[in-house]
């Protein structure tokens, strides 16, 4: 211990005290001894006083001896508990001999357990963490060596998250000490990885179809790969695998055969000791066109929704054969041509104006049977409820009945809670028309009640019937080009199951992921060679609400639109695709994230990792059967601390409060003597 003054003191101020002490010297002489007390009590004050004015400061040191402990990490990552061997309950139970162990050696431990993070242990471990980060591990000791004697880390040596442990470990001064848990051959696993094929196909052209196909454990063998159309086999191959994260790609070559949105199957053959068979198949869509599309036309008397019909069939892939009607018996073009020809679509454009005679219905349902074709009914201004009588059997229709109550205009919206259009132009309600047909939905509707667009399925026909003579005023409307586009392109993709309005689909490499996968999304149209400037963007959607979008970039090398994006938590999602500057979405698409298995893909001890740890630390490596070893290496350890400590006058509270209680007795005293 030693004193030290903090404010040094000047001749004057030092001869100053020096007199001040005589003259309390010679004063308190001359007092008599009653007064003596309070005059005592004015020279501690005074000495107090003079204390603060120095500021001595104390110096000391102190000395003890602190216990260090051992910092236990037991693994309670997912992969622990799918060892055969030991299993979780053996390791629960060996985990309390090895801590009953420590407490019968009287050694000081803590123990935690880790996954993604590090925390207290206080129950049993449950292979509830998703993943392993054994980087933690080494954080943790780095922040706490100065308590700690050294770290026994009890894992199989499985890191599927953050950095490099071994270079983590590496700033470690303390011994590790590894106890290794499992077997050195890994579970078995094969998965497909992705599906690499074109979205949108011709039929009849041959697509290729790449399948990358990846296994993990030990495999040496060959499995077979198929390809099915439902539940029917396309195509399949063998292919060989390795396991240790090899991969392998399967390819196919087949001619679609439908049309529409086809989904097909691809399916590798299980093992027996496979730990995971949800992952050996995948289902992937292709849109499935036509080249050409023939289109007939019938013009009962051209109107102003003629041109724009005829404008907007417009198309490379599309045919129109327009028959006008010019006579009572005859059209623009023979009308044996339309007899003989077969139709993908029949579009009725303000026709007929006068009901169809019976045998020219009959006719004409032989021929949609026979040709499967679909029908449209575009409502004109010469028409109503009885110019349609033959056509609504075969539109799907109940038989119209005329209203006395049809308006000039009436205003209409879409009957889609999607869809949210302003401004919408009102329209002319010409027929009134119902659904006689169970499977049927009005896709709009005037504000009556009554459908103004509706779509009728009968068999594997379909139908479209517009309720309005004025289709042009969405054409030329402002702002209502979005509505003609909804009503008139999409029911031509829906009547001919072409895509023909975009000629864009996209789709992701797989149908289900794991939370965290990266999901690839790829979008193909028909002619990658003509000039194509479009942009799309990509929002993920859950409950209606979008979590977030990506604008999709095209891959002039690959000639298709691609982009990626990390899988949020599980649930059912969907995904919709906007084209910029247009506010509908051109497909709405569903896909499913499970929960995380990423521990699944690496089950096997890792006795490397932990050696080297372990090496590299001043430590040992045992596996878990031999934990009991340990105790001839690790004791109880502690360390002598030294802590220098100083006391500064000034900051004293004692001082403080001694000096305060000093004037506080001395006024009492003086009260009661009558002094003051």
Not at 211 to 218: E, L
Not at 376 to 387: I, K, R, T
Not at 475 to 480: I, L, M, P, S, T
Not at 605 to 632: A, V
Request: glycine letters at 4%.
């Amino acid at each position: 211990m030693n004193l030290k003054l903090l404010e040094a003191l000047d001749l004057m101020t030092s001869i100053l005290i020096l007199f001040s002490i005589f003259i309390f010297i010679f004063l308190y002489k001359s007092y008599k001894n009653e007064y003596r007390t309070f005059f005592s009590f004015r020279i501690i004050l005074l000495f107090f006083l003079i204390l603060f004015l120095f500021n001595p400061a104390i110096n000391y040191s102190t000395e003890k001896q602190k216990i260090l402990k051992w910092a236990l990490f037991f693994d309670n990552s997912a992969s622990m508990k799918y060892h055969k061997s030991p299993s979780l309950s053996s390791i629960n139970l060996g985990a309390q001999e090895l801590i009953n162990r420590f407490k019968k050696e009287k050694i000081s431990f803590d123990s935690y357990l880790f996954d993604s993070n590090v925390v207290p242990l206080k129950k049993e471990l449950n292979g509830n963490g998703e993943t392993t980060n054994i980087g933690n591990v080494a954080e943790f000791i780095l922040e706490n060596q100065n308590q700690l004697a050294g770290a026994v880390l009890i894992s199989d040596g499985i890191s599927t998250e953050g950095a490099s442990p071994l270079k983590l470990f590496l700033d470690t001064k303390l011994p590790v000490y590894s106890l290794g848990v499992g077997s050195k051959n890994s579970l078995i696993d094969i998965f497909i990885n992705s599906i690499d094929a074109p979205t949108v196909a011709i039929k009849n052209e041959r697509i290729n179809v790449s399948v990358d196909i990846q296994s993990i454990g030990k495999i040496n063998d060959q499995f077979s790969v198929s390809l099915y159309d439902g539940s029917k086999l396309i195509a399949s191959k063998y292919v060989k695998l390795y396991g240790r994260g090899s991969s392998v790609k399967a390819n196919f070559q087949y001619q679609p055969k439908s049309l529409g949105r086809q989904t097909y199957k691809i399916q590798v053959s299980s093992i027996e000791d496979e730990v995971n068979i949800i992952n050996n198949k995948q289902n992937f869509d292709l849109l499935i066109l036509k080249d050409k599309y023939k289109i007939a036309l019938l013009t009962g008397s051209p109107n102003k929704n003629t041109s724009i019909i005829n404008k907007s069939l417009k198309n490379n892939r599309i045919e129109v054969d327009h028959y006008i009607k010019i006579s009572k018996s005859k059209f623009s073009k023979p009308i044996k041509l339309f007899w003989e020809s077969s139709y993908d679509l029949i579009i009725f454009d303000n026709y007929p104006i006068e009901p169809l005679s019976t045998s020219f219905i009959r006719i004409l349902a032989k021929k949609i049977l026979s040709h499967q074709s679909a029908l449209m009914l575009v409502a004109g201004p010469n028409q109503n409820n009885d110019s349609i009588v033959g056509l609504s059997t075969l539109l799907g229709l109940e038989h119209p009945l005329e209203s006395e109550n049809i308006n000039d205009v009436s205003y209409w919206d879409f009957n889609d809670s999607k869809t949210n259009m302003k401004d919408l132009p009102p329209l002319s309600q010409i027929l009134n028309i119902n659904s006689s047909q169970e499977q049927s939905s009005s896709i709009a509707i005037f504000e009556s009640g009554w459908p103004l667009l509706m779509r009728n399925t009968i068999g594997k026909i379909r139908t479209v019937t517009f309720a309005a003579s004025d289709l042009n005023k969405l054409f030329f409307y402002k702002d209502g080009y979005q509505a003609f586009s909804k009503i008139f392109f999409d029911s031509i993709d829906w009547l001919i199951k072409s895509g023909v309005s975009s000629e864009n689909f996209f789709r992701l490499n797989r149908d289900y992921y794991q939370q965290g996968e990266l999901a690839f999304i790829a979008g193909s149209k028909i002619a990658p060679e003509a000039k194509d400037t479009s942009k799309f963007s990509l929002s993920v959607i859950k409950n209606d609400k979008v979590l977030f979008s990506k604008e999709i970039e095209f891959n002039v090398e690959s000639k298709r639109w691609e982009s990626e994006f990390r899988t949020p938590s599980p649930g059912k999602y969907f995904f919709q695709i906007n084209r910029v500057g247009n506010g509908q979405p051109i497909q709405n698409t569903p896909f499913t994230i499970l929960e995380s298995k990423v521990e699944l893909n690496q089950v096997y001890l890792n006795e490397k990792l932990l050696s080297d740890i372990s090496l590299t630390n001043s430590g040992s490596y045992f596996n878990w059967g031999e934990r009991d070893r340990i105790f001839d290496f690790i004791s109880e350890k502690g360390k002598r601390e030294i802590k220098a400590n100083i006391i500064k006058i000034k900051d004293s509270i004692i001082l403080l409060s001694l000096i305060i209680i000093t004037l506080c007795i001395e006024w009492i005293m003086r009260k009661k003597k009558g002094l003051i």
